[in-house]
């Protein structure tokens, strides 16, 4: 099969799992399934950080919360080790469910243990694609998903979310952070001066 169709079969494949969410999301006068609206939003966001990215990367963008809805944080014990357990758990089914779309679509190993590595989180830092998945997660957190995430959350004082903001900033590459200074991203106006306040 030619790489190009393999690509668009892949993301068909993924664009369906994700359109199955019923959980819903409005964005610019639209509805959306939640993980689709995400997922379009990792693709966008990866284009503009990192156009000359290749097909791997831009699939592994696309899977990176790929069916999340079946897995909710309420199933596992609503403390720090249940959390890890869930992400843990969560990074790993990511991980396996996109490989297996990848592999529907004809891939073959290298692209899917690429893909696989890279949203299961795997060696951060160290491996190339799995930073790069990371710097564009958290570029989709900052401009998108922020600001609602401070709504729901009024009973944090600034000291819990500056600590919040400086792990997000310390999971970037130096090359994520200049991209977000610099107006590669919208950053959320209300919360501008405490951005600034945290990454300092």
Do not use: C
Not at 7 to 14: K, S
Not at 30 to 48: A, G, H, I, N, T
Not at 105 to 134: C, F, H, T
């Amino acid at each position: 099969m030619p790489r190009q169709t393999m690509f668009q079969q892949a993301l068909a494949l993924i664009d369906a799992a994700n359109g199955a969410d019923p959980n819903r999301e409005t964005a610019e006068g639209q509805d959306w399934p939640k993980e689709l609206l995400y997922s379009r939003r990792m693709s966008d966001m990866l284009e503009r950080f990192s156009p000359q990215a290749d097909d791997a990367m831009r699939l592994a963008a696309r899977a990176q919360h790929i069916r999340r809805w079946t897995s909710p944080r309420e199933a596992y014990p609503m403390d720090r080790d249940g959390y890890l357990q869930w992400r843990k758990e969560l990074y790993r089914f990511h991980a396996d469910t996109a490989a297996g779309l990848l592999e529907q679509a004809g891939y073959g190993g290298d692209v899917i243990d690429r893909v696989r590595n890279a949203v299961g989180k795997r060696a951060l830092k160290k491996n190339p694609d799995s930073q790069l998945l990371e710097d564009v997660t958290a570029l989709v957190f900052i401009e998108h998903y922020m600001r609602d995430f401070a709504a729901r959350h009024p009973e944090y004082d600034e000291e819990k979310w500056r600590g919040i903001l400086r792990k997000t900033w310390e999971k970037m590459s130096a090359r994520a952070r200049d991209f977000a200074l610099s107006g590669g991203i919208r950053l959320p106006e209300a919360l501008v001066p405490l951005i600034q306040r945290s990454i300092q």
